[in-house]
C-alpha cells in the first residue's frame, strides 16, 4: 500500500516545485518508488508525456527526479491562460474546454473524479506519492468545490506539510495566519511546516521556528537555505526567467505576455559562451544581437499585437537589415510568417491578420493539438535530436520547401533564402547537445562546453543532499498517510 504527503504553500511560488522535485529525489535514493501528483496546475509551460497528453513542465521535472517518464496522471487538470480572464482546461492531457475565470470556479468541482482517478492510478504502482498544491489553502473564498489543496487533501485523505517562504518577509505571519482563518478540519490536517529560502545564518531563525511551533502545534521540518542552483532546473513560471550569462553570443528573447514552453531557453543559458538577455515590456531590442529568439506563445495572434505594441516589429526588422538572425519556435515561428488566419475564431475572434513577412509561409488555426515526442533531424548538418510538438495550426508556403528538419521522412520548419530566418514547431530541440553546438558554432562557439542532461541530474542530485541535510525526512516519512 502506497503512502502520501502533500506539500502546500503559505502563499503562490514559495517554492513548492523545486521542494517536491528535491524530496521526491531523496525518497528515490532511500529506496522509494515515488511518483509526483499535482491536481491541478496552472501553467503555460508544458511537457508531452509518454501516453501521449500534457502536463505542467514542472511535474515533467519532478517525475524526471523520480525516474519516471512523464505521464498525464501526475497531473490531471492542467489550465493555460488565453487571457487575463480565461484559460484552456486540460483534463487527462487533452483539451476539454476554454472558460472563463468565473465559469472554471463552478466547473471544478466536477473534475474531482478525474483528479482522483489519476491519484489512484498512481498510487497503485508505487510505495510513495508526493502531491503538491497549487496556490495556498489560506484563500478559504476558494475552498468550495476546491480540487488544488484542501479540498483534494480531505477527498484522499492526505495529510499536509505547510511551506512558508522566509525570503519574501513575514514567514511567521504566512504561517500563524494560515492556521488562523483555517476552518478546523482542514488545520488539523497539517502535520507539519518548513520555511523556504533562508539566507544566511539558519540558526538565526531558531526562535522563529519555536514560535511557529507554539502558535499551531505543528511539527517543525526544518528552515531549508537558498539552493543556490535552482537555477540550472527548468523553471515553471516565466517570471522565474531572467536574463542570464556574460558570454559573447548573444540572443535576445521578448517576453510575450502568454510565452509557452520556454524551456527551450534553459540549455541555451547553460552555454558559457551564451547570454540570454530577455526584454521585458516598454524596453527596445538591443542592436547587438546575434540572434533574436520569438518564443511559443498560447496566443499567437495576441502576442503578436503586444509585440507589435512594443514596437519589437521594427527592432526586428531593423535586426534583419543589420543581417541579423531570427529564430521563431512554434508560436513564435507562426509570427515569422506572411499571415495567420484564424477562421474558426479558435484563440478568440475569427480573423486573419498579416505576420512579420520574415518567411514566405502562412499558418491557418485548427482545432486538433498535435502532441507528440519526436526524433527529428537537421537537413544541414545531419545532427539527431530528441524534441516535442504541442501546438495548434498548420503552417504552408514557399520556404517550407527549405525545410530546416526530417521526422521520420517528412519535412519540418521552414527557412529564408539566406538561411537567417529559421522557423519550427519543434520545442526542447536546444536540449541536445550536439544540435545546440551545431547551431551555435557559426556564431563563435570554438568547443562543446556544457552537458546539458547530465546538468540537470547532477543537480537534482545536489537538491536531494540539500533536502536530507536541512529537512526532517524521517518526520516527513512518519507523517504520510496510507492511501
Known amino acids: 500500500m502506497a503512502r502520501a504527503i502533500m506539500i502546500q504553500g503559505a502563499g503562490s511560488n514559495v517554492g513548492k516545485s523545486i521542494l517536491v522535485a528535491g524530496i521526491a529525489r531523496a525518497l528515490c535514493k532511500r529506496g522509494y518508488k515515488v511518483a509526483p501528483f499535482k491536481p491541478q496546475n496552472m501553467s503555460n509551460n508544458a511537457a508531452v508525456t509518454s501516453d501521449g497528453g500534457e502536463i505542467g513542465r514542472a511535474q515533467a521535472l519532478q517525475a524526471r527526479a523520480c525516474g519516471l517518464a512523464p505521464h498525464t496522471d501526475m497531473n490531471p487538470v492542467l489550465l ?14 487533452h483539451r476539454v474546454a476554454t472558460v472563463k475565470a468565473r ?9 474531482m473524479p478525474a483528479v482522483l482517478d489519476s491519484f489512484q492510478r498512481l498510487a ?54 494560515t492556521h488562523a482563518v483555517l476552518p ?16 544566511g545564518d539558519v540558526s538565526l531563525f531558531k526562535d522563529g521556528a519555536t514560535s511557529i511551533v507554539n502558535m499551531t502545534g505543528w511539527a517543525n521540518l526544518g528552515t531549508v537555505p537558498w539552493f543556490a542552483d535552482a537555477h540550472k532546473l527548468p523553471a515553471e513560471d516565466i517570471m522565474d526567467i531572467a536574463s542570464s550569462g556574460d558570454g559573447h553570443i548573444k540572443i535576445v528573447v521578448p517576453r510575450l505576455s502568454r510565452i509557452a514552453n520556454f524551456d527551450d531557453l534553459d540549455p541555451l543559458a547553460s552555454e558559457p ?11 527596445p531590442l538591443p542592436a547587438d544581437a546575434d540572434v533574436i529568439l520569438l518564443p511559443g506563445t498560447k496566443s499567437t495572434i495576441g502576442d503578436l499585437a503586444y509585440l507589435r505594441a512594443q514596437g519589437w516589429d521594427i527592432d526586428i526588422l531593423g535586426h534583419v537589415r543589420r543581417g541579423g538572425h531570427v529564430l521563431g519556435i512554434c508560436g ?10 484564424d477562421p474558426g475564431g479558435i484563440e478568440g475572434i475569427a480573423e486573419r491578420v498579416a505576420g512579420l513577412g520574415l518567411l514566405d ?21 545531419g545532427t539527431s535530436l530528441s524534441a516535442y510538438e504541442i501546438h495548434i495550426g498548420r503552417t504552408t508556403g514557399m520556404d517550407c520547401d527549405r525545410p530546416w528538419f526530417e521526422i521520420e521522412g517528412r519535412p519540418e520548419g521552414a527557412q529564408s533564402a539566406s538561411g537567417r530566418i529559421k522557423g519550427c514547431y519543434l520545442h526542447g530541440l536546444f536540449a541536445s547537445d550536439s544540435f ?29 543532499k540539500h533536502m536530507e541535510t536541512h529537512l526532517d525526512i524521517d518526520t516527513l516519512i512518519n507523517a504520510a498517510g496510507e492511501v
Open 80 to 93: 493555460k491562460p488565453e487571457t487575463d480572464v480565461g484559460a484552456q482546461v486540460i483534463v487527462h492531457g
Open 103 to 111: 465559469d472554471y470556479g463552478k466547473m471544478k468541482a466536477t473534475l
Open 124 to 177: 497503485a504502482d508505487v510505495d510513495f506519492v508526493i502531491v503538491e498544491g497549487a496556490g495556498s489553502p489560506a484563500e478559504i473564498n476558494l475552498r468550495d468545490g476546491d480540487i488544488a489543496n484542501m479540498g483534494f487533501a480531505e477527498a484522499a485523505d492526505v495529510p499536509v506539510v505547510l511551506i512558508g517562504d522566509i525570503d519574501r518577509g513575514g514567514v511567521i505571519a504566512q504561517l500563524v495566519g
Open 184 to 199: 478546523p478540519a482542514d488545520r488539523d490536517r497539517i502535520k507539519a511546516f518548513a520555511v523556504n529560502k533562508f539566507r
Open 273 to 283: 559562451n551564451v547570454t540570454i538577455e530577455i526584454v521585458d515590456a516598454g524596453r
Open 332 to 341: 513564435g515561428y507562426q509570427m515569422l510568417g506572411a499571415w495567420i488566419d
Open 361 to 381: 509561409v502562412e499558418t491557418v488555426m485548427t482545432g486538433d493539438k498535435r502532441l507528440a515526442e519526436v526524433t527529428a533531424r537537421d537537413i544541414a548538418t
Open 436 to 464: 545546440r553546438h551545431s547551431y551555435l558554432a557559426p556564431f563563435g562557439l570554438d568547443a562543446p562546453q556544457s552537458d546539458f542532461e547530465a546538468s540537470v541530474d547532477e543537480t537534482l542530485d545536489a537538491l536531494a
